[in-house]
């Protein structure tokens, strides 16, 4: 089946530091890839997607590129804030040629990052 | 996106009693998702819940466990039964929004925090 595995955390950071969280997936097909971020005490907030390979997804600062090649959606920060520091989980959901995605996510297991000042 | 509330927030409960969660949405949807955020642990699929119909369960969720209703397309509610304190949880619903081909995304509610004595 499906599954996604993140780096080990947690991740430590000093304020404007470069930030890289790896996840790679399991995938039958041409499943959607997403990062989730959870800040502490807040729900699940979607940080960025994308639907086929070479895509690039970014926000607030933040890009990942979906890789079918080695099965990666690496998320990368150039310089980190103090309030950045959450918890992000990196989600496929499984997804049909045109891209149209359906259903279930499956989570990686998350990350927590700190940043100090 | 869509607006998603939930009922309630956080609750405390006996062991043996049942809790039932509430989830609302500002606007029409087809799919709605209950998910079950374990304490430092990452999220789990529990059920898909599309108005008219059964819920489909994943493996390793009951009906008599986990109960769901949703009664129209703006809300829908799990009912925790017989509770332990193994289902000490956030759980969290989202519905899956349709944009352009490429670009269904889920997005999530605050979640409830359910803490079992």
């Known amino acids: 089946g499906d599954s996604v595995t993140q780096m080990e955390g947690p991740v430590t950071l000093s304020e404007e530091a470069f930030l890289t969280i790896n996840c790679t997936y399991t995938?039958?097909?041409?499943?959607?890839l997403f990062w989730y971020v959870q800040y502490p005490g807040e729900g699940l907030q979607l940080l960025l997607k994308a639907t086929k390979a070479d895509d690039k997804g970014s926000n607030k600062g933040f890009e990942a590129t979906y890789r079918k090649e080695t099965t990666s959606f690496h998320l990368e920060k150039g310089s980190v804030q103090v309030s950045d520091s959450a918890v992000y989980f990196c989600?496929?959901?499984?997804?049909?040629?045109?891209?149209?995605?359906?259903?279930?996510?499956?989570f990686g297991q998350g990350t927590i990052l700190t940043v100090h000042p | 996106s869509a607006v998603i509330s939930q009922k309630p927030s956080r609750d405390i409960c006996q062991r043996g009693t049942s809790l039932t969660i509430q989830c609302q949405v500002d606007?029409?949807?087809?799919?709605m998702f209950w998910y079950r955020q374990q304490p430092g642990q990452s999220l789990t699929l529990i059920a898909t819940a599309n108005q008219g119909s059964e819920a489909t369960y994943e493996s390793g969720f009951v009906i008599d466990k986990f109960p769901i209703s949703r009664p129209n397309l703006t809300f829908s509610t799990l009912t925790v039964s017989n509770m332990s304190p193994e289902d000490s949880s956030i759980y969290l619903c989202?519905?899956?929004?349709?944009?352009?081909?490429?670009?269904?995304?889920?997005?999530f509610g605050p979640g409830t925090r359910l803490t079992v004595l």
């Open positions: 995938a039958t097909g041409y499943p959607s």
């Open positions: 989202s519905v899956e929004e349709y944009g352009l081909i490429g670009t269904d995304t889920q997005y």
């Open positions: 606007s029409q949807v087809t799919m």
């Open positions: 989600a496929l959901s499984p997804s049909n040629a045109g891209g149209t995605s359906y259903g279930k996510l499956t």
